[in-house]
Structure formats: structure tokens, C-alpha cells
């Protein structure tokens, strides 16, 4: 059973960058994507990788801002963030599919971390 685990999460000024990180309790390599939630908002997947490292992008506004790659050496799954802005405020969560397929809809994704905070502020 595949458990995720996030971190790097805070609290970062506009402009800003932080780098998130998820940790893979098996080294199965399983299709894993960023997803975060505002409050009050709806599961947006931000950005997708598949088990060879091919990558999938969905919302317009992180990219050339935020990449997504993984060490499978490592069992771990990263997501760079840079030039922060307030909008990109949410919880970030990992999630993960066996299917070797990238999907822009949250629901697919079957393994969830606990998520992790992220707030661009002032």
C-alpha cells in the first residue's frame, strides 16, 4: 500500500520560492501529481509526472514558474515553485495512480499525502 508523505511547505513573501517534496513509502513508481486546494475551493492538479519522468501541466498561471520532477532513486517526487504569488495560497497535496497516465481530474488519483501549506503573503 502506497503512503505519501509532503513537505517544504510555508510561509513565503511574493516572489518567493519554495520546494516541495514527496516521499514514496515503496519504490514502485507510480504516476504522482501535485494537486492543491484553496479554501473554499475546489482540487486543481497542478502538474503531473509519470513513472519514465514524462510531465503534464494544467494550470496555466505556474507555468514557467513552478517544475515537477522525481529522484526514483530516492522515492521522492519535487515540485519547484518559484516567483510565488498570493494566488497560489493552498494546501498542496501529492497524490498518485497506478495508471501510467497523467489526468487533469483530482478523483483519479487514488493515494493522497496529508497535504502541505503554502502561503504567499506579505
Known amino acids: 500500500q502506497l503512503q505519501l508523505e509532503e513537505s517544504g511547505g510555508g510561509l513565503v513573501q511574493p516572489g518567493g520560492s519554495l520546494r516541495l517534496s514527496c516521499s514514496a513509502s515503496?519504490?514502485?513508481?507510480?504516476?504522482t501529481a501535485w494537486i492543491r486546494q484553496a479554501p473554499g475551493k475546489g482540487r486543481e492538479v497542478v502538474s503531473c509526472?509519470?513513472?519514465?519522468?514524462?510531465?503534464?501541466h494544467y494550470v496555466d498561471s505556474v507555468k514557467g514558474r513552478f517544475t515537477i520532477s522525481r529522484d526514483n532513486a530516492k522515492n521522492t517526487v519535487y515540485l519547484e515553485m518559484t516567483n510565488l504569488r498570493p494566488e497560489d495560497t493552498a494546501v498542496y497535496y501529492c497524490?498518485?495512480?497506478?495508471?501510467?497516465?497523467?489526468?487533469?481530474?483530482?478523483?483519479?488519483?487514488?493515494?493522497w499525502g496529508q497535504g502541505t501549506q503554502v502561503t504567499v503573503s506579505s
Open positions: 497524490a498518485a495512480r497506478r495508471f501510467n497516465v497523467c489526468t487533469s481530474g483530482a478523483s483519479q488519483y487514488r493515494y
Open positions: 509526472i509519470m513513472s519514465g519522468g514524462s510531465t503534464a
Open positions: 515503496t519504490k514502485e513508481y507510480y504516476t
